[in-house]
């Protein structure tokens, strides 16, 4: 039985995670997927829907990247002449479309591989990618392309939230609160399928937002779609944003602690949902920039059993 592109569709959007599914799933795709053309299965591979655009005048790296819906790091990522952070007038420039990165297949590596570096779903990457088996690039999403090549990050051994140890939020943390869930589904305000790169907590507008645990500040400031936003570097390669926010209470390279106040809730930005919230980001370091990781083991990993012991 042949599986139809609405099935496949379904499987990306809903997050099934139960890796018998997603074993499954892949294996069926597979047996019609060939090298370098995509199964009829799925869509064709996102390397193969860039777009051109050519830079008008008066248009900035941010003002293209807000147009298509992506950060400016996406567009530097896939083209070398905007790395400058300008964008030369007559310009043309690819955009994907999605926010992600091109990454060129080694010898003897597969797209296994990759999706396994930048802890990305294989059966997302696999069809995102067209189904191929063998492809010589994939486009991996949901990675910020960053200029400093590194190795990548290690494993570490540290569980989750031994370092990112703190709510973002001064009210205590509530599984109610989370109004949009990390990664891969239908986007609220566009009916469309997207990648959410964080996750969504409801909070009132003002209320104080708050560093989750001890680091530096890597950015403070206005930020595309991000609006108002605070990057915060943190130990073992982790890094924390917090965004669409109001006013900030920090400064580039500024030292902050746990629990410390770093902004204020705002409206900033391009919200992807309508009710108030925090935008918050658990990104950890790659060999091309930093990866986005669910946020929901670190920040709400004690609500179970913190509603337990309010019993």
């Given at each position: 039985m042949k599986c139809s592109r609405w099935l496949a569709i379904f499987f990306v959007c809903s997050g099934i995670t139960l890796a018998g599914t997603a074993d499954a799933r892949l294996r069926l795709l597979a047996q019609t997927a060939s090298p370098e053309v995509s199964s009829p299965t799925c869509a064709p591979p996102v390397l193969s829907r860039l777009v051109r655009h050519k830079v008008a005048a008066g248009e900035t790296l941010d003002s293209i990247a807000q147009q298509y819906n992506l950060i400016p790091s996406t567009l530097?990522?896939?083209?070398?002449?905007?790395?400058s952070g300008k964008a030369p007038l007559g310009a043309q420039i690819l955009v994907p479309p999605y926010n992600g990165i091109r990454v060129e297949l080694k010898p003897n590596q597969t797209w296994r591989d990759v999706a396994k570096t930048y802890n990305v779903r294989p059966d997302v990457l696999f069809e995102l990618n067209g189904c191929q088996s063998a492809p010589r690039a994939v486009f991996v999403p949901g990675v910020n392309w960053s200029p400093v090549a590194t190795a990548a990050a290690k494993p570490t051994s540290s569980p989750p939230g031994s370092i990112l140890n703190n709510y973002p939020l001064?009210?205590?943390?509530?599984r109610s609160a989370l109004l949009l869930n990390y990664g891969w589904g239908i986007q609220p305000l566009t009916g469309k399928v997207g990648f959410h790169s964080g996750i969504d907590l409801a909070a009132t507008v003002g209320s104080p937002v708050l560093a989750v645990a001890d680091g530096t500040v890597a950015f403070?400031?206005?930020q595309s779609a991000y609006g108002t936003l605070v990057v915060i570097n943190h130990a073992e390669a982790l890094q924390t944003r917090y965004a669409q926010l109001a006013t900030l209470k920090v400064k580039v390279g500024q030292v902050v602690k746990r629990?410390?106040?770093?902004?204020?809730?705002?409206?900033?930005?391009?919200p992807s949902t309508t009710e108030p919230h925090l935008h918050f980001e658990v990104r950890s370091r790659s060999a091309l920039g930093w990866v986005a990781e669910n946020p929901e083991p670190y920040v709400l990993r004690a609500v179970s059993r913190l509603n337990h012991a309010q019993k």
């Open positions: 530097m990522g896939f083209n070398p002449a905007l790395r001064a009210t205590k943390p509530s403070a400031g206005s629990g410390q106040t770093i902004a204020t809730v705002g409206r900033t930005g391009t």
